[in-house]
């Protein structure tokens, strides 16, 4: 099996998956076609290009370069691009291949946006992408349910559609300070509305009654407003700003806390902290418009999901992890390792090599997705 990836960036979210893919023993090729190395906006999230031992690699092509590589690959090369067409200067890659009858397929989360007419023209545009390409593409690889609606939806084949996620491995970490007998609330993300601070923020005033500490990590356009609504609560020594951090650091905070909120407002891809959260070993409270939601709910043990918008539910979920006590080694490891098994490179790339196989070969039956209930 020959693997051809066509994505935006080097993606920290996707070297798990493509390194594990490499060392699969059924997996003769993994070449990832980056249209750049990074772009400003997440390197200024502190994102960093990862080293991908056994993937080959080809950053920035130029025009010429892409059409040479979507003209002279093999018939046997699987290609996956990112979205439909993917980034602008991979779209003649995109109809060459199509138009030869290539193994084609799309990696993709949900395209939905929330608003009745940006969600309708969002509908139309990929309504009229699934009248023209529908017979050309031969998978969808949709993150999250709410992908696999959108796309249905939008007018793809349901057989061809196959939920999937980010695959990631436990990262390294630089401890971080843990408070022996309060429990500590972890923040991790952009500082925006659509993440749900403020919902956040008011949830912990209802309970400040309660031993609790809490972190954001992350900038953003709300910062400010986030600061100077936790000092109007009266939570400034108990919220804690710690401004955007290393992946190490970030990984340390991690293991530090006994929960990691994530309680978004709107539609969300995945929400890759979730998995880097239960990696680690601490359960996740997230709205239901959280891509993650889906391996979040398939366990008591990895977390709560909870409707968004709604303060003082959040607030007696917070208020029940604080009365649940601080999280156990034990429960940590338990955690880690139902988590790895279910999100870890490994276990992505057996299913999607498994999926691929139903997909474009029709053997066995279709895989079930390892961080979802069996149906």
């Known amino acids: ?48 290009v990862p080293e991908m031992p056994g993937v ?29 067409g993917g980034p602008a200067q991979f779209r003649t890659a995109f109809d060459t291949l199509a138009r030869r009858g290539a193994r084609l397929g799309v990696m993709a989360e949900t395209a939905h946006k929330n608003g009745a007419l940006s969600g309708a023209l969002r509908l139309i545009k990929y309504r009229l992408m699934a009248l023209r390409y529908h017979r050309q593409i031969r998978f969808i690889l949709a993150i999250s349910q709410l992908a696999v609606q959108w796309y249905a939806l939008s007018g793809f084949a349901q057989r061809a559609i196959y939920p999937f996620a980010y695959f990631t491995d436990p990262l390294p970490a630089t401890p971080a ?9 972890l923040m991790v993300g952009r500082c925006d509305a659509i993440k749900g601070g403020e919902e956040f923020l008011h949830a912990l005033a209802a309970i400040a009654h309660l031993p609790w500490t809490a972190r954001h990590i992350g900038h953003g356009p709300a910062e400010d407003q986030w600061k100077a609504l ?29 929960t990691l909120v994530l309680y978004n ?4 891809g995945w929400g890759v ?21 889906d391996v979040v709910s398939l366990s008591p043990q990895a977390g709560k999901v909870l409707p968004p918008r709604q303060t003082n539910l959040l ?6 992890r604080v009365a649940a006590g601080k999280v156990t080694a034990d429960h940590r490891h338990e955690l880690s390792r139902w988590a790895e098994a279910r999100l870890g490179g490994d276990a992505g790339a057996a299913y999607l090599v498994n999926l691929l196989r139903h997909a474009l070969d029709a053997a066995d039956s279709r895989p079930a997705a390892p961080w979802l209930p069996p149906e």
């Open 1 to 48: 099996m020959r693997l051809w990836f066509w994505q935006n960036i080097v993606s920290p979210h996707q070297s798990a998956l493509l390194q594990a893919l490499a060392r699969h023993p059924d997996v003769d090729e993994v070449h990832l076609i980056a249209a750049e190395a990074m772009t400003s906006e997440r390197q200024r999230l502190g994102w960093e």
């Open 56 to 84: 080959t690699l080809t950053v920035a092509p130029s025009q010429d370069g892409v059409a040479q590589l979507a003209s002279s690959s093999a018939a046997d090369v699987i290609h996956v691009f990112s979205g439909v």
């Open 177 to 185: 300070a843990a408070t022996t007998e309060q429990i500590a609330f």
């Open 230 to 258: 936790a000092a109007q609560l009266g939570l400034a020594d108990r919220v804690q700003f710690l401004g955007q951090q290393p992946p190490v650091v970030i990984a340390g905070h991690m293991q530090a806390s006994d």
């Open 265 to 268: 407002r709107y539609s969300d």
């Open 273 to 293: 902290v979730v998995n880097e959260a239960l990696l680690a070993g601490t359960p996740v409270l997230c709205s239901t418009l959280t891509g993650a939601k």
């Open 315 to 320: 607030a007696e979920a917070l208020s029940e």
